[in-house]
């Protein structure tokens, strides 16, 4: 792989050791995946950002890179939700010494020069760069979306390439950058008696699809996704399982074909549905846009969970949510609003103390399960609102 003399020295070490490790992942990201240089990025979105997830190693390894003052992140960047709703963690149950490494995470971060994003839909608090642009994101449900959506070019980064990208404003230029991998390599043929509809819609597509085609999808017989949630769902969902990192929309009569008919989507329902119902309601995997919680705030006007409810999003979409009153009246039905951190990989959900919820997302269905041992009912959003509220 070629190196530029610059690049060479920041690899041998020459300036510190924060860019050595960096170099030293890209390089090797690089001629696994057969590049054969690096390229300037525009954007670096980073995971590996909550402590149940990265843990003490994690924290040790964030806080070694982040003690130099000259170590800075060379370009815009994102980063994931965390653990935990930093302003409110204590009233939601989460213990203190997690509390203490979670913040010590966030600081480190914060000394690299991050945005305060805190979201894995980076794309609706940020302005997207222009089609075509090269970006470094990890958090596969905003890869996916970036490469199929946005048409930003990315590969599926790890916590660690894109860590790596946002020290040096780079990454390996190959796979899903190059506009000859970004064809399908196979189809999945979309063969319902009724259009596909909702969160759970697409999200039983997008698992079956990412269960079945690793490489780049084609999606035959979905003419257009109308809403962010729906594809947002998709893309969750596909990234859930498999390794693809990007669909298109459309029919290719040379490519092999799977069906997804009515046994495909009901079977996939159900490995991903275990309960009819749940002891409590958890909305936001990925992290509510603004847009979901102006509906969500129409449909749940003048009514009263039933039971817990528990609403993650970002605090920067609270904050908006609040400036146009539909916060208030979510919050006014009994509804808890998480700010900043992951549905699924947050203590919070064991702290519910419920063997049961109900959520509108296949990939929470997903790692809820695995995660926090819990049954989950997988429901469309308009049916959960019908059923647990009043
Ligand atoms: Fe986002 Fe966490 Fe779900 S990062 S997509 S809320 S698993």
């Not at 610059?6 to 860019?19: K, P």
């Amino acid at each position: 792989m070629y190196l530029t003399q610059r690049e060479e020295r920041a690899l041998a070490g020459e300036y510190g050791e924060a860019l050595e490790i960096a170099y030293r992942v890209l390089v090797a990201t690089g001629r696994l995946s057969n590049a054969k240089e690096l390229i300037p990025i525009k954007w670096a979105h980073v995971s590996g950002v909550s402590y149940l997830t990265i843990g003490e190693y994690g924290l040790d390894f964030l806080r070694k890179i982040s003690r130099s003052k000259e170590t800075k992140f060379k370009i815009f960047t994102t980063v994931n939700p965390c653990g935990m709703d930093v302003e409110n963690w204590d009233s939601l149950g989460i213990p203190a010494e997690y509390a203490e490494n979670q913040l010590k995470i966030i600081s480190s971060y914060q000394k690299l020069g991050i945005a305060n994003s805190f979201t894995c839909v980076p794309f609706q608090s940020y302005p997207v760069p222009r089609k075509g642009t090269h970006v470094a994101w990890a958090e596969s449900s905003a890869a996916i979306y970036a490469n199929s959506i946005l048409g930003l070019r990315t590969n599926r980064e790890s916590a660690v390439s894109a860590l790596a990208s946002a020290l040096t404003g780079k990454t390996a230029y190959s796979d899903l950058h190059l506009a000859r991998n970004r064809k399908p390599v196979k189809e999945i043929s979309v063969v319902l008696k009724h259009p596909l509809r909702g969160s759970v819609g697409f999200g039983v597509l997008g698992y079956f699809a990412g269960k079945h085609v690793n490489g780049v999808i084609g999606l035959r017989g979905v003419r257009s996704i109308k809403h962010m949630a729906e594809a947002k769902s998709l893309c969750a969902a596909i990234g859930t399982v498999g390794s693809s990192g990007m669909f298109v929309l459309g029919h290719d009569p040379g490519l092999e074909s799977v069906e997804f008919g009515e046994r495909e989507y009901e079977e996939t329902l159900a490995d991903l549905s275990d309960s009819e119902t749940g002891e409590a309601v958890v909305f936001g995997c990925p992290q509510m846009t603004i847009e979901e919680l102006y509906e969500f705030s129409v449909a749940i006007d003048g009514k009263h969970f039933k039971k817990k409810c528990v609403v993650f999003c970002s605090s920067k979409v609270y904050s908006l949510a609040m400036r146009r009153g539909y916060a208030d009246v979510i919050e006014r039905s009994g509804a808890t609003f998480v700010r900043d951190s992951c549905a699924d990989f947050t203590p919070l959900i064991s702290s519910l103390k419920v063997g049961s919820v109900i959520t509108d997302s296949a990939k929470g269905a997903h790692y809820m399960k695995r995660v926090h041992g819990v049954k989950v009912a997988l429901k469309d959003t308009k049916e959960i609102l019908a059923t647990c509220a009043a």
